[in-house]
């Protein structure tokens, strides 16, 4: 049996390592070229975003001035019942 147009082994060429390194600078290049940018619609969004949780962190109830409301209440000389009633109602409707 004869087996013809087998050449061997070859032995390794240089382009290997050639192609490695350029392989290797593609990727610096592409690292180096990489980068986000963020739109000004974006930005505006996400500062948004971050007002809205901060106000979520304030309390509804002000306690100084409920404090400062009973406190003038107290203050106050005996009154009709009817006018403590009205400022009751009126406080309460202003706190909420």
């Given at each position: 049996?004869?087996?013809?147009?087998?050449?061997?082994?070859?032995?390794?060429?240089?382009?290997?390592?050639?192609?490695?390194?350029?392989r290797?600078?593609?990727?610096e290049?592409?690292?180096?070229?990489?980068?986000v940018?963020i739109?000004?619609?974006a930005?505006?969004?996400?500062?948004?975003?971050?007002?809205?949780?901060?106000a979520?962190?304030?309390?509804?109830?002000?306690?100084?001035?409920?404090?400062?409301?009973?406190?003038?209440?107290?203050?106050?000389?005996?009154?009709?019942?009817?006018?403590?009633?009205?400022?009751?109602q009126?406080?309460?409707?202003?706190?909420?």
């Open positions: 049996m004869d087996i013809s147009r087998i050449d061997g082994v070859h032995e390794p060429s240089l382009n290997q390592p050639r192609q490695e390194e350029q290797r600078r593609n990727v290049e592409v690292r180096a070229s990489d980068g940018n739109s000004a619609e930005q505006k969004a996400a500062e948004v975003a971050r007002l809205v949780s901060l979520k962190k304030i309390p509804d109830i002000r306690e100084d001035k409920v404090a400062e409301a009973k406190e003038r209440v107290d203050s106050q000389p005996s009154q009709d019942q009817a006018v403590n009633r009205t400022v009751a009126r406080l309460l409707d202003d706190l909420l």
